[in-house]
């Protein structure tokens, strides 16, 4: 019997902590789904993506580690994913440690380390704050030559 395992997430700006999950993944059973966050379920999450949702599905499905992607449409969705693909395990970084072990009833649930020193969101932070400095830069400088001009 085919063991199987599935993860969801947004997987926008994917980067190697996202491979690396997902070699994780892929070791814990012999069949690997991923579902991935739509842009509408995101933004009932209060979250906007960088990348589509389409790309992000094309990103995903092109991942070695990756045998099947599912779109991600609500919180609700999980248990039903489970028992319609006879889903063995279930498994999601360890920040959402606690939060699906009620799907233990159906599966096992797995929390596993997320990558150091990498992430979405600190991409987004990182990207933010080097455009910040450098309109402030270019403010700073565009000050200076009117002030010189005068």
């Not at 190697?16 to 991935?36: I, M, P, Q």
């Not at 159906?106 to 455009?131: A, G, M």
Request: charged share 30%; glycine share 6%.
């Amino acid at each position: 019997m085919t063991k199987k395992v599935i993860t969801y997430g947004t997987f926008d700006l994917f980067h190697v902590g996202h491979v690396r999950l997902f070699r994780r993944l892929s070791e814990l059973g012999d069949h690997l789904t991923v579902g991935v966050s739509t842009d509408e379920f995101n933004a009932s999450k209060g979250k906007a993506s960088v990348v589509p949702f389409e790309q992000r599905v094309e990103i995903v499905q092109s991942c070695r580690y990756v045998d099947e992607v599912l779109l991600e449409e609500s919180w609700d969705q999980k248990p039903k994913d489970i028992v319609a693909h006879n889903i063995s395990v279930f498994a999601m970084g360890d920040d959402w440690a606690g939060k699906f072990d009620d799907l233990s009833k159906l599966c096992e649930v797995v929390y596993l380390p997320r990558t150091t020193d990498i992430s979405s969101s600190f991409l987004k932070s990182y990207v933010k704050n080097e455009h910040d400095e450098r309109v402030s830069q270019i403010e700073r400088n565009a000050s200076k030559l009117i002030k010189g001009n005068e």
